[in-house]
C-alpha cells in the first residue's frame, strides 16, 4: 500500500528564514510525485511534478527535491503571502493514474 | 485555472437525504476525479472516471456513487447522506495520455455539512 508521510505538520518561520519541508514515501511504482499548495477554503493549485530521483523544479523561492524515498520543498527567503498548507502526493503504477497525498504541512510566515 | 466549476458551493443537509455535486470543465479532459478531505486525513479518493460511462472506486467509495453521461460533467451522489459524509469535496481532472499528463488539477471545492 502506497503511504505518503509529510512533516513537520506545522513549522512558524520569520520572513526570510530559510527552511524545508519534507515528503518521505512508499509505493509500488511510482508515477510521479506532485507537490501542491492549497490556501484556506480553496483548491489544492499545482506546484511541482517530479519524476526521478535527482530531478530538481524551481518556482520563485520555491525549490522542489526528489530521492528515491523522499522529496524536500526548500523554500528561500519566505513571505508572508508563502504561508499556506504545502501537500504532497504520490502517483502509483498501473491503470487509473491516482495519487496517494500527505496529510501537509501548515506554513506560517511572520513579519 | 483548470476551467473546473464545482456546484453547490456550499451544502447543508439532513441525515437521510440525498445529495448530488456536480463538478463541470471546460477543456475535454479525459480523466476526473472526486476526493474528500477531512481534517487529519489528507485529501482522499472516492471515485474517478477515465472517460464517459467508465468509472471505478477508489479508496473511500462506499456511501457514494458517480455518473459521467457527458465528458464535460461528472457527478457524485450521495444516496442516503449520514454525518461521516460532512466534509469538503473536491474535483480534479487530468489527462494522462499526454506530456506532463498525471498532473492532477483541482477545483474549488463543495463544502457540505450534514446534520
Known amino acids: 500500500e502506497d503511504q505518503v508521510t509529510q512533516s513537520p505538520e506545522a513549522l512558524r518561520l520569520q520572513e526570510g528564514e530559510s527552511s524545508s519541508l519534507n515528503c518521505s514515501y512508499t509505493?509500488?511504482?511510482?508515477?510521479?510525485l506532485f507537490w501542491y499548495r492549497q490556501d484556506p477554503g480553496k483548491g489544492p493549485e499545482f506546484l511541482f511534478t517530479?519524476?526521478?530521483a535527482g530531478e530538481e523544479k524551481e518556482k520563485e523561492r520555491l525549490k522542489a527535491t526528489l530521492t528515491k524515498k523522499e522529496s524536500f520543498l526548500h523554500i528561500t527567503a519566505p513571505k508572508p503571502e508563502d504561508s499556506a498548507t504545502y501537500l504532497c502526493?504520490?502517483?502509483?503504477?498501473?491503470?487509473?493514474?491516482?495519487?496517494?497525498f500527505g496529510t501537509g504541512t501548515q506554513l506560517k510566515v511572520e513579519l | 485555472d483548470a476551467g473546473i466549476t464545482q456546484s453547490p458551493r456550499h451544502k447543508v443537509t439532513e441525515t437521510g437525504t440525498p445529495v448530488t455535486l456536480r463538478c463541470h470543465q471546460t477543456?475535454?479532459?479525459?480523466?476526473m476525479y472526486w476526493y474528500r478531505q477531512d481534517p487529519g486525513h489528507g485529501l482522499r479518493l472516492i471515485h474517478y472516471s477515465y472517460g464517459v460511462k467508465d468509472t471505478d472506486k477508489g479508496e473511500v467509495s462506499d456511501g457514494y456513487s458517480v455518473s459521467r453521461s457527458k465528458t464535460e460533467d461528472f457527478l457524485l451522489t450521495l444516496e442516503s447522506a449520514t454525518s461521516s459524509q460532512t466534509s469538503v469535496y473536491f474535483c480534479?481532472?487530468?489527462?494522462?495520455?499526454?506530456?506532463?499528463?498525471?498532473?492532477?488539477?483541482f477545483g474549488p471545492g463543495t463544502r457540505l455539512l450534514v446534520l
Open positions: 502526493a504520490v502517483g502509483e503504477g498501473g491503470g487509473g493514474n491516482k495519487l496517494t
Open positions: 480534479a481532472i487530468s489527462d494522462p495520455g499526454l506530456a506532463g499528463g498525471e498532473t492532477q488539477y
Open positions: 477543456e475535454n479532459h479525459r480523466y
Open positions: 509505493v509500488s511504482g511510482l508515477r510521479g
Open positions: 517530479l519524476y526521478s
